[in-house]
């Protein structure tokens, strides 16, 4: 148990009972998002609903999950708090059934036992990871564009191209 959520679920089940879960997970308990980031500090928060929806009443789990981690900026290599957002929206089918379901254009997850819930909630944040974390361009300190925009020429900004030309030339 943590934060209120149980440690491991049936979403079919949870689907069947028209559940909803919410409550906080610590970031360490997904070692393989911990993998990717600087440190295991952080909370996620969760909130799930499963029902049965649809025009066939299939069971399904929808809902949000965030959470900030401290990642690596890749432009900079300095630290910097990534939030990941993760609005699954997921059919659930047991083994062998509904195979026309998983081929089709929609999310199908097969649950076949209980499934862990902070290995299901970490899935969901390995997806929406991105590749190169980085800072947004005008809060990374080896941004170019911050260097020009607070240069304190910044009225000649149209001329800086020419000045870091001119300097290069030089420097031949
Ligand atoms: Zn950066």
Not at 129 to 136: G, K, Q, R, V
Request: proline letters at 6%; charged letters at 25%; one cysteine or more.
């Amino acid at each position: 148990m943590f934060g209120g959520l149980p440690a491991t679920i049936d979403p079919i089940q949870l689907a069947g009972k028209g559940a909803r879960l919410r409550g906080k997970l610590p970031v360490k308990t997904m070692r393989r998002l911990v993998e990717l980031c600087r440190d295991d500090s952080g909370e996620a928060a969760v909130d799930l609903v499963f029902e049965r929806g649809g025009a066939d009443g299939m069971p399904l789990m929808h809902g949000t999950m965030s959470v900030t981690v401290r990642a690596t900026c890749q432009r900079c290599l300095e630290g910097m708090d990534l939030k990941l957002v993760a609005e699954p929206w997921l059919v659930l089918t047991r083994p062998g059934e509904r195979e026309d379901i998983q081929v089709r254009e929609v999310d199908a997850l097969v649950v076949g036992k209980p499934i862990s819930l902070s290995e299901l909630v970490e899935d969901e944040f390995l997806l929406v990871m991105p590749m190169i974390p980085m800072h947004d361009e005008q809060a990374c300190p080896a941004s170019v564009y911050k260097t020009a925009a607070n240069g304190d020429d910044a009225g000649n900004k149209t001329n800086k191209p020419f000045s870091v030309l001119s300097g290069l030339k030089r420097k031949k």
